[in-house]
């Protein structure tokens, strides 16, 4: 069982979830995050390589399952 504060595994599984919230986030879709690597599960591999400043609008992360079961405690990781 992972503890708080321990980073979110970055695995088919949970890139699958993300997904689910991640290609359907203002921020992500407003900033063409699909384009720029690591292209989602943005808990586990960093924020996007944007070439451009990633401008936030609402975020979805908290309403991840991976957010809850990962006890994260901030969003926007795609810019964070």
Known sequence: ???PG??????VTNLEICQ???GSCPTFKANNLKDYPPYGLFCARGKST????VKSATCFCPACELFT???????HFCSR
């Open 1 to 3: 069982m992972k503890k």
């Open 69 to 75: 079961q990962n006890h994260l405690v901030i969003g």
């Open 50 to 53: 944007s070439p451009k400043m």
């Open 6 to 11: 321990e980073t979110v595994e970055d695995n």
């Open 20 to 22: 689910k919230y991640c």
